[in-house]
């Protein structure tokens, strides 16, 4: 599940790339005395991630923005959407918008045999811990998680992308279906590395780390009701760490999807065989 909302800006001011700890402190905000108001302490993946409030760029008094926010849980996505509705005005750090709607969306990778891609809207947090980097022949100091480059290769970023996948999936789907590490294909077809960056970013209240960071586009097809399970799991919470600074927000890329009929097709064609 995820919510829209639509902003419009309140006065003439610069985009604030460092809007991740402003903009959390918001959302929590909004789950304040409902049932999620603890998960921010508890350790482990809330269920929570947003987009950056896009386009990104300068504004002037009244230009309009778009805000993305996605959790697996449709009460948490209505509590969330409840206080923007109640409590119209949205400061983020020094960016200042009115709430002017609120809609709920239900976005879906589609039915086995669609294939598409999902892009990365912010940056990718992956970190490897100093027993996989041994284990991969990456240099470490034995105590503090990697940050994942190119030069690491692929596979310890799809290790710890379902690996985390895996976490979120026995707290937000039922205990008698399979994970994504159950599955014997991977959850992605194709992986294309758009860029790599370090941002700093308020981790929390006077405290500031430089993260490495991934934008990517993976391609996908839907093996199986399973599959399209993992991949909307992954729309709802996000990949990767730290989701609820934002990091790992995922959309489908619409002019990309093939549904699944046409997919077939499309196969049989390139097969040279008669429709």
Request: charged share 30%.
């Amino acid at each position: 599940m995820r919510l829209l909302a639509r902003l419009r800006a309140r006065a003439d001011t610069s985009y604030d790339n460092a809007y991740h700890h402003k903009l959390r402190g918001r959302m929590w905000g909004a789950l304040e005395n409902t049932e999620f108001d603890d998960r921010h302490d508890e350790g482990q993946p809330a269920g929570l991630c947003f987009s950056n409030p896009f386009p990104p760029r300068d504004m002037r008094e009244g230009d309009r923005r778009t805000l993305l926010v996605a959790a697996p849980e449709r009460d948490l996505i209505g509590a969330v959407a409840t206080d923007l509705d109640e409590n119209r005005e949205l400061n983020i750090g020094e960016m200042p918008f009115e709430v002017t709607d609120v809609s709920l969306l239900a976005p879906d990778v589609g039915e086995p045999g669609t294939r598409g891609v999902l892009e990365t809207g912010t940056g990718v947090l992956v970190r490897i811990p100093p027993w996989k980097c041994e284990e991969y022949g990456i240099e470490t100091d034995g105590e503090n998680p990697t940050f994942w480059n190119p030069e690491h290769t692929l596979e310890p970023l799809k290790a710890q992308l379902e690996n985390n996948l895996d976490q979120k999936h026995d707290l937000f789907c039922p205990d008698d279906l399979p994970g994504p590490s159950d599955r014997r294909a991977e959850l992605f077809d194709s992986y294309e590395l758009i860029k790599t960056f370090a941002l700093p970013v308020t981790v929390t209240q006077g405290v500031e780390m430089t993260y490495v960071l991934s934008k990517w586009r993976f391609g996908y097809e839907v093996r199986d009701e399973h599959h399209r399970r993992h991949l909307n799991l992954a729309l709802d919470t996000g990949i990767g760490e730290r989701n609820t600074l934002g990091f790992g927000f995922l959309n489908i890329d619409e002019e990309s999807v093939v549904p699944a009929g046409e997919a077939a097709l499309e196969t049989t064609d390139h097969r040279g065989k008669a429709r």
